[in-house]
């Protein structure tokens, strides 16, 4: 367990990080050093080649329940429009950074998500969440747009404008039941089942080619915003040419039809 951290744990597990936000007696909510850690910490990932997937959970009975209001009011109260647009961006700057490192990131999320912790889910490339899971953007609920650090570009994409448009515009909660149901979450799980049901889809990714895995996340997200079909195909042709061209395909190829016979 990596203590570098003052409100993170990280466990290494061979190839895979185990990534756990570490304020439960806050409900993991967002203080300046935690979005100063997860920042570095995200960041980093974009030039580290020994971890090649993020499981990102967290201690105690919730995910992430935001911002801690308590501490980023006492800091707003004291900052000009140019400090509270700094703070912003270092808040969203996590948000890019889970999207461009290459590893996939998979989150295990129980309780509260909201605000930015819902956030962090979406930008996730994999989520599981247990029965008790409530996610909502809660940015509107204090004042704010709905629409904050990415989540308006990254929830249309993955539930459809519809329901996106619903969730931004009332702060409602998302139960697991309907995330479940509209696709958000890729299973349903009790919490003694949680950590087991990562570490198997942990082993099934690691089985992949590390640039496989690696350009599959890239591919996913550029063609998410392709603007077209041909678009999207080049950027395919390109990676499949790449991987195709390295020594490790041909061993893989032998492999697979040794396991064949």
């Known amino acids: 367990m990596t203590s570098a951290y003052q409100t993170l744990m990280v466990e290494k ?6 990534l756990a936000l570490n304020r439960p007696e806050a409900m993991n ?14 960041t980093g990932l974009e030039a580290d080649r020994s971890v090649r997937v993020v499981v990102l959970r967290a201690a105690g009975a919730n995910f992430c329940a935001g911002l801690d209001l308590k501490d980023m009011a006492e800091r707003f109260a004291s900052l000009d429009a140019g400090g509270i647009y700094a703070t912003q961006r270092s808040l969203s700057r996590i948000i890019v950074a889970m999207r461009r490192c290459p590893q996939p990131i998979v989150s295990l999320i129980q309780g509260a998500a ?65 995330a479940h149901a509209l696709g958000l979450v890729s299973g349903v ?18 089985k992949s080619s590390p640039l496989g895995l690696a350009l599959t996340k890239q591919g996913l997200n550029a063609n998410l915003t392709a603007s077209s079909l041909e678009a999207a195909i080049e950027i395919e042709d390109r990676q499949q040419a790449l991987l195709a061209s390295a ?13 064949s016979r």
């Open 29 to 42: 909510t967002l203080n300046e050093r935690m979005v100063t850690e997860l920042a570095a910490y995200f």
């Open 189 to 206: 799980v009790e919490h003694a089942q949680l950590e087991s049901t990562a570490a198997d889809l942990v082993k099934s990714l690691l």
């Open 13 to 18: 597990r061979g190839a895979a990080d185990w």
């Open 114 to 178: 909201c605000g930015g912790g819902f956030a962090f889910a979406l930008a996730s490339d994999i989520r599981y969440c247990t029965p008790d899971a409530r996610m909502n953007a809660a940015f509107i609920q204090v004042g704010l747009s709905g629409c904050d650090v990415g989540v308006s570009f990254l929830l249309p994409r993955l539930i459809g404008a519809s329901v996106a448009s619903e969730l931004l515009l009332t702060g409602r909660f998302l139960t697991a039941e309907r």
């Open 247 to 259: 020594p490790e395909f041909i061993a893989s190829i032998k492999a697979f039809l040794a396991k």
